[in-house]
């Protein structure tokens, strides 16, 4: 798979500034501050696909019937 398969559509979207980033002139604190962060995005993000999967899941089965 292609990184830029995932990237944003639009040069000024934050996650596509994010990717561009120069990590050069960060410390090794700054960089897992960094990668802490990211995480917790990652979880805040997988979150929202959860609650989304689960509500289409649940209209789904209403209209079934």
């Given at each position: 798979?292609?990184?830029e398969e995932y990237?944003?559509?639009?040069a000024d979207d934050p996650l596509a500034l994010l990717l561009k980033q120069d990590l050069d002139p960060l410390s090794v604190s700054e960089l897992t501050e960094r990668i802490a962060r990211l995480e917790?995005?990652?979880?805040r993000t997988r979150s929202k696909m959860d609650l989304a999967v689960n509500h289409k899941a649940s209209a789904d089965a209403l209209f079934r019937k």
């Open positions: 798979m292609d990184m990237s944003p559509r639009k917790g995005e990652i979880v």
